[in-house]
């Protein structure tokens, strides 16, 4: 079966602008996280999206925002770019919401890029 | 939540075993033991994962402690595509943390031709 998709892969911006990623779970995940990976913090949670609610969010300032839609496809928005969100952002999906008996899969990533 | 604690570096011959520390004394009764990798230019992958018991998978094996205060992530023959960051979590069962991976520095393997 499909893995996690995310579009687009990579993506370069400008300082102040803003940008949404796009994630495809797997078919029949209904939990999305996503996460920001960056050479300094390593892998940090943003949030998880569960049957198109938020569910839990990590320590991220509210420039960072996110959305599920009913075939459980999410979407995560930054508004007003700065040079410090240059990272991969993953999104990763689950079966169980908030089930610490079941794995994630993670997508291949957006490298976002800002100037 | 509870921490774990892994080296930052191991290297491995190819076709040898591959143990993998994680400390994690702190842990109670009800955190799961998470073992994702990440290999180079990709997202994290899952390997394997256990409560008390030891785990076996097609990726890996995953030895527990029997005080639960240590695990092992067995590779049985590494190869070349194992070269990757190794990253031991743990998640609680009945608290919000499960609905998150925390990510410590992980383990960098390095597999030896």
């Known amino acids: 079966k499909a893995g996690v998709t995310q579009t687009p892969r990579y993506l370069i911006k400008t300082r102040g602008q803003q940008v949404t990623l796009s994630c495809s779970p797997i078919s029949g995940h209904r939990s999305v996280s996503w996460y920001q990976q960056t050479p300094g913090q390593g892998l940090q949670f943003l949030f998880e999206y569960f049957s198109e609610t938020q569910r839990n969010k990590g320590n991220f300032p509210g420039r960072f925002s996110g959305r599920q839609f009913s075939n459980s496809r999410s979407e995560m928005n930054v508004s007003t770019l700065e040079l410090g969100d240059s990272a991969l952002y993953l999104c990763?999906?689950?079966?169980?919401?908030?089930?610490?008996?079941?794995?994630?899969?993670f997508g291949s990533g957006t490298r976002l890029t800002v100037v | 939540d509870a921490k774990t604690t892994q080296p930052n570096s191991m290297e491995s011959n190819e076709e040898e075993p591959v143990h993998l520390p994680c400390n994690h004394s702190?842990?109670?009764?009800?955190?799961?033991i998470h073992w994702y990798r990440q290999l180079p230019s990709q997202g994290p992958e899952y390997v394997i994962h256990g409560l008390t018991s030891n785990v076996n998978n097609r990726m890996a094996s995953l030895a527990i402690a029997e005080d639960r205060k240590s695990s092992t992530l067995i590779l049985h023959r590494a190869t070349l595509r194992d070269a990757a960051v190794y990253y031991c979590?743990?998640?609680?069962?009945?608290?919000?943390?499960?609905?998150?991976?925390?990510f410590g520095s992980g383990t960098q393997l390095t597999v030896l031709p």
């Open positions: 702190t842990i109670s009764g009800t955190d799961y």
């Open positions: 990763a999906s689950s079966l169980e919401h908030g089930g610490a008996n079941y794995g994630y899969t």
């Open positions: 979590i743990l998640r609680d069962a009945y608290s919000g943390s499960a609905r998150q991976l925390t």
